[in-house]
């Protein structure tokens, strides 16, 4: 059965090895890359404001 050879795995194995990426959400939780984003964001909000209300 699929369910008992589960059952037989020791913890080490079942565990994910500790060099696997982390994914997005770890990358996004990094200050340099949010300070980076939020720069690109505010450019984009002025480029935006300034073509909606002086233009």
């Known amino acids: 059965m699929i369910c008992g050879e589960m059952l037989d795995t ?15 959400l770890f990358a996004l939780s990094q200050p340099p890359l949010m300070i980076f984003l939020a720069v690109i964001g505010c450019l984009l ?3 935006a404001l300034h073509d909606l209300l002086l233009l």
């Open 10 to 24: 020791p913890q080490s194995e079942a565990a994910p090895p500790k060099d696997e990426p982390r994914g997005c």
């Open 45 to 47: 909000l002025m480029a």
